[in-house]
């Protein structure tokens, strides 16, 4: 593999596990950047890089300190392949009902029906002259949930940001970039003064957000209270017997947002206004409450999917400094891992 100047390329020898070398660079992450120069893009020249100093072991040890610490990365990873797995699942029943309208095109063209008789009734026989189920309308977001934006206070104050977590957490768009579908970690807080202060919107749990700024289109659900920046919009349901976070979520990831700009750039086109008017498709109570019922357990799934590999990730976050650099034994850290499930 070739790579560009920016990039510092280790050959490991005999001496060194490129699996435990791997793991000495994360552990060093802060060490690395003592060396960098630059503002807008920090740099980390070759000679710093060359004089980099690396705890060896001896190399079973090496070879057992990469098995333990790539043991939880395999189980993080597992976590979020299923966790995709099921999304997937949960988009591709909305896809066929809200979106390609399939059980409405099947009565249309007399198909037998695929779903239980039941659920089938509650489709309309055909679509109407815009191209959606008779019957069913689009709504203004507002109206179907309470739309609020967040904040963001005076970046100079540095008093009012924290990295504490007993803070309240403060969503940005590289946080959702970071997320699945629900957000449960942001790399910033801001102190509860800061929120008092500034009149920052807490989001309730549960509440699904969007990005309309900069990058447009990123989706959560939140899990726990928290606060966002102003290019994140909140969307929390108005109605819990009707209209679900799970529902809203699946309809705005399949949402086309050029509907919204009228420019050449919908970045700049969407503003809070538009996302307020958002139109929102709206089928029958009992169809949207069908389709909750039967992805709520998914959605679920996935968030236990998501706390457990946050879980992981701190427990490997946890031990890789301290078996790097000796202060953990092996055996002792083995008997961690053998704890956390499959």
């Known amino acids: 593999m070739a790579t560009s100047q920016d990039f510092v390329n280790w050959v ?15 552990s060093e992450r802060r060490a690395f950047l003592r060396f960098a120069s630059g503002t807008t893009h920090q740099t980390i020249y070759f ?30 990873e597992l976590n979020r ?12 029943l909305f896809q066929d009902w809200f979106v390609d309208f399939g059980p409405v095109r099947a009565k249309m063209e007399g198909r037998e ?21 008779a019957g069913w309308e689009e709504v203004a977001a507002e109206i179907v949930a309470d739309v609020g934006i967040g904040k963001t206070p005076p970046r100079k104050e540095s008093q009012w940001f924290s990295t504490a977590d007993t803070d309240v957490p403060w969503v940005s768009i590289r946080d959702m970039g970071n997320s699945g579908v629900f957000l449960q970690e942001t790399s910033e807080f801001l102190t509860a003064e800061a929120v008092e202060k500034f009149n920052v919107r807490v989001v309730p749990d549960n509440t699904v957000i969007l990005s309309f700024k900069l990058t ?48 050449s750039s919908i970045a700049t086109a969407v503003n809070s206004k538009s996302i307020k008017a958002l139109p929102i498709l709206v089928p029958t109570n009992d169809l949207v409450r069908c389709f909750s019922d039967r992805v709520s357990p998914i959605f679920t799934c996935i968030k236990q999917l998501q706390s457990e590999a946050g879980v992981l990730a701190q427990l ?7 078996l790097i650099s000796g202060e953990l034994r092996v055996a002792d850290a083995e008997k ?6 499959p």
């Open 113 to 133: 029906p695929y779903l239980p008789a039941e659920l089938w009734r509650l489709f309309p026989e055909r679509l109407d002259e815009a191209g959606k189920p």
């Open 12 to 26: 490991c020898s005999e001496a060194i596990d490129y699996r435990y070398f791997k793991y000495v660079l994360l």
């Open 316 to 322: 490997r976050d946890t031990l890789l400094p301290k």
């Open 81 to 92: 392949r299923r966790s995709q797995t099921l999304e997937a699942m949960a988009r591709a």
């Open 336 to 341: 961690f891992v053998e704890h956390v499930g």
């Open 47 to 76: 000679p710093e890089a060359k004089a980099f100093h690396v705890c060896l072991p001896a190399p079973p040890e090496q070879r057992a300190i990469a098995h333990i610490l790539g043991t939880l990365d395999d189980k993080i």
């Open 216 to 263: 447009v289109g990123r989706v959560a659900i939140t899990d726990g209270e928290m606060v966002t920046n102003e290019a994140i919009a909140h969307l929390k349901v108005r109605d819990e017997n009707t209209y679900s976070s799970e529902y809203l979520y699946c309809y705005l990831r399949e949402f086309d947002f050029g509907r919204l700009g009228n420019t």
